[in-house]
């Protein structure tokens, strides 16, 4: 079974561009969750998909930030524009209903630097 | 709200002595804890829960309410425990993580 599958696994881009991240989760997850970890400081939630309707999207920082769940699949976080707090390791995690939160499985990361 | 600490960023303990990370939370509910371990170069993935009561690569955690703690114990560190553990808790459905400590075993 393919685990979480992000990439880039490393993006630079300058400030005000624009980065788009790409998770891929288990095959039949329905839970879909983005978190940022910052140098430092505790890894941050940023919102969950339920399929493709949001469940919460209480942690998106502001409205620089989209994301979006085609068809329930793949999820995208798209950055536009980019500024120098945008930068950390973006972390997508994936769940069965009913798992709760110790079925989540990580991807291996999205590593942001905006210069 | 709902807060997870872990005051040591960083912790250093020689092979065979016993480790101890520590971990406090604060939640309105009855939490959910867990310990998430990540070794270098691989991913976040779970060491234990609480409420499974388990040990894992000889690791266990004790919740304790009164306290509000749920520290991650070993009685012997060994080399392959070097590692960032992070503590969690579970509000609604999603985690809520601490800072992180990051473990060096020196051999």
């Known amino acids: 079974e393919a685990g979480v599958t992000q990439f880039p696994s490393h993006s630079v881009i300058e400030k005000g561009q624009t980065v788009t991240l790409r998770c891929d989760p288990i095959?039949?997850?329905?839970?879909l969750y983005w978190y940022r970890r910052v140098m430092g400081k505790e890894i941050k939630f940023l919102l969950h998909f339920v399929k493709e309707s949001k469940q919460d999207e209480s942690g998106m920082p502001n409205n620089r930030f989209l994301a979006e769940r085609t068809g329930g699949t793949y999820s995208t976080l798209k950055v536009q524009p980019a500024e120098l707090e945008d930068s950390g390791v973006y972390l997508c995690a994936s769940s069965q209903a009913g798992t709760g939160s110790y079925g989540y499985t990580f991807g291996s990361g999205t590593r942001l630097t905006v210069v | 709200a709902q807060r997870v600490t872990q005051p040591e960023k960083l912790l250093s303990v020689f092979k065979g002595a016993p480790v101890e990370l520590k971990c406090n939370y604060s939640y309105s509910g009855s939490p959910e804890l867990f310990w998430y371990v990540q070794y270098s170069r691989q991913r976040l993935q779970l060491l234990l829960r609480?409420?499974s009561r388990e040990s894992i690569k000889g690791f266990t955690a004790d919740l304790n309410k009164g306290e509000t703690s749920f520290h991650l114990k070993k009685p012997f560190a060994q080399e392959e425990d070097s590692a960032m553990y992070y503590c969690?808790?579970?509000?609604?459905?999603?985690?809520?993580f601490g800072t992180g400590t990051r473990l060096t075993v020196i051999p």
């Open positions: 095959s039949g997850h329905d839970n």
């Open positions: 609480h409420i």
């Open positions: 969690a808790l579970t509000g609604a459905n999603n985690l809520f």
